[in-house]
C-alpha cells in the first residue's frame, strides 16, 4: 500500500471524527428515557472501537437514557493530550498507558478490557519464517508503550531476549508500516487495521498477542468522571454489553458498512474483514495488571510503589 493511501486512511478518521461529535442524537423512542446524560470517550481507529460504534448506531447508549459524544483520535499522543487537558471523561487506552497516567499524576482507572489485537509481521521479502529467525533483525516499533510492552512479552514466550534483536523506534503507524513495505526493517508490531494492510501486501503473520495470552488493551474513565458520573458510567457499559451481544451474534454483513466507515478499511476489504469474539465489560486479572506494572517499573515509566488496586474501578462490571 502506498503512503497516499495511509494519508487517505488518516482522512477518513478525521473526517468520522467530526461526524460522531457533530450528529445530534436521534429523539428518543416511546417509552424510552429522555436522552440527557452526556459523556465524551475518545476512540481510536481500531477494532475494539466497534461495539461503541453500534452501541451509538443501534441507539442502544439512548435506550440507556445517555448522550454519548465520541471524539476520534489518528494517534495515542493526541488522545492523551485530550484527555489530560480535560476535553474527555474516558478513552480506549492500554494498561501500560494507564501505568504512565497514574505515574504522572493523572487519575484514570481502567474499567473495562476491550479487544483490540496486535500483530507481528515480517516484511515479505524479510526472508524471516519464524519467530526464532528474528535474532539480528530490525524491528519496528514505538518506544516505552504497550507496542513495546507487548513485543517484549512475545519475544519473552518464543525464548527471545529483547535485545537478541534490533528495536528500531517509529512512533507513527503508518510510518511503521511504509518502512516495512519498503524493506527499511524486517518486522513490525501493528494494530489493527495497519496489520491487514501489511498481510495484504504479502507480509507474514509471526504472532498476535490474542494467541500469546495477552490482552493489553482497556477502556478507561478519569476517577473525576467516576466520582460525578458514576451512573452514566454503568449505564455506558450495560449498552456496551448489549452492542457485544448484537455484534457476537450477527452477520458482519448487517454492519460491515459502518465498520468499513469507522475503521478505515479499504473498499476491497468488504467480505473479508474477521472480528473477535467480543466479551462483556470484565476488568483484567491482577497477574495481568502486575506484568504491565513490572515491565514499566523497569523501564523507569512507573513507580514501583504502583499496585494493581490502583489501576482498576469496577464501576462497569455486572
Same mark, same amino acid.
Given at each position: 500500500m502506498k503512503l497516499s493511501k495511509i494519508l487517505i486512511f488518516i482522512s477518513i478518521v478525521s473526517l468520522l471524527a467530526s461526524a460522531l461529535t457533530g450528529c445530534? !442524537? @436521534?429523539? %428518543?423512542?416511546k417509552n424510552e428515557p429522555?436522552?440527557? *446524560?452526556?459523556?465524551?470517550?475518545? =476512540?481510536? /481507529?481500531?477494532?475494539?472501537?466497534?461495539?461503541?460504534?453500534?452501541?451509538?448506531?443501534?441507539?442502544?447508549?439512548?435506550?440507556q437514557g445517555l448522550d454519548i459524544q465520541f471524539e476520534v483520535f489518528k494517534s495515542?499522543?493526541?488522545?492523551?493530550?485530550?484527555?489530560?487537558?480535560?476535553?474527555?471523561?474516558?478513552?480506549?487506552?492500554?494498561?501500560?498507558?494507564?501505568?504512565?497516567y497514574q505515574n504522572g499524576g493523572f487519575d484514570v482507572k481502567i474499567t473495562s478490557m476491550t479487544d483490540g489485537d496486535f500483530l507481528f509481521v515480517?516484511?515479505?521479502?524479510?526472508?524471516?519464517?519464524?519467530?526464532?529467525?528474528?535474532?539480528?533483525?530490525k524491528v519496528a516499533l514505538s518506544e516505552k508503550?504497550?507496542?513495546?510492552?507487548?513485543?517484549?512479552?512475545?519475544?519473552?514466550?518464543?525464548?527471545?531476549?529483547?535485545?537478541?534483536?534490533?528495536?528500531?523506534?517509529? !512512533? @507513527?503507524? %503508518?510510518?511503521?508500516?511504509?518502512?516495512?513495505?519498503? *524493506?527499511?526493517?524486517?518486522?513490525? =508490531?501493528? /494494530?489493527e487495521p495497519f496489520a491487514t494492510f501489511a498481510l495484504k501486501d504479502g507480509a507474514l503473520l509471526l504472532d498476535t498477542a490474542?494467541?500469546?495470552?495477552?490482552?493489553?488493551?482497556?477502556?478507561v474513565f478519569t476517577q473525576k468522571a467516576i466520582d460525578a458520573k458514576g451512573k452514566e458510567i454503568s449505564a455506558f457499559y450495560a449498552a456496551y454489553?448489549?452492542?457485544v451481544e448484537y455484534v457476537n451474534k450477527t452477520p458482519i454483513a448487517e454492519y460491515e458498512a459502518i465498520?468499513?466507515?469507522?475503521?478505515?478499511?479499504?473498499?476491497?476489504?468488504?467480505?473479508?474483514?474477521?472480528?473477535?469474539?467480543?466479551?462483556?465489560?470484565?476488568?483484567?486479572?491482577?497477574?495481568?495488571?502486575a506484568a504491565a506494572i513490572d515491565w514499566a517499573v523497569k523501564k523507569g515509566l512507573a513507580k514501583d510503589t504502583l499496585k494493581p488496586s490502583n489501576l482498576v474501578n469496577d464501576i462497569g462490571v455486572k
Open positions: 445530534a !442524537p @436521534a429523539s %428518543p423512542a429522555e436522552v440527557k *446524560n452526556t459523556l465524551t470517550v475518545g =476512540l481510536t /481507529p481500531a477494532v475494539d472501537a466497534i461495539p461503541f460504534i453500534i452501541a451509538k448506531e443501534n441507539g442502544y447508549f439512548e435506550k495515542a499522543k493526541d488522545r492523551d493530550a485530550a484527555f489530560q487537558s480535560g476535553a474527555l471523561d474516558g478513552a480506549l487506552s492500554d494498561i501500560v498507558g494507564v501505568c504512565l515480517a516484511g515479505k521479502d524479510s526472508g524471516i519464517q519464524s519467530m526464532q529467525a528474528l535474532k539480528g533483525k508503550t504497550v507496542i513495546e510492552y507487548t513485543l517484549d512479552k512475545m519475544l519473552e514466550k518464543n525464548g527471545i531476549k529483547p535485545e537478541e534483536i534490533e528495536k528500531v523506534a517509529i !512512533p @507513527a503507524i %503508518p510510518v511503521r508500516l511504509e518502512m516495512l513495505k519498503n *524493506n527499511q526493517v524486517d518486522a513490525a =508490531l501493528l /494494530p490474542y494467541s500469546e495470552g495477552m490482552f493489553p488493551a482497556v477502556s454489553d448489549e452492542a465498520v468499513i466507515k469507522t475503521i478505515g478499511y479499504p473498499e476491497d476489504m468488504k467480505g473479508k474483514i474477521e472480528l473477535p469474539e467480543y466479551r462483556k465489560t470484565i476488568l483484567p486479572t491482577d497477574s495481568e495488571l
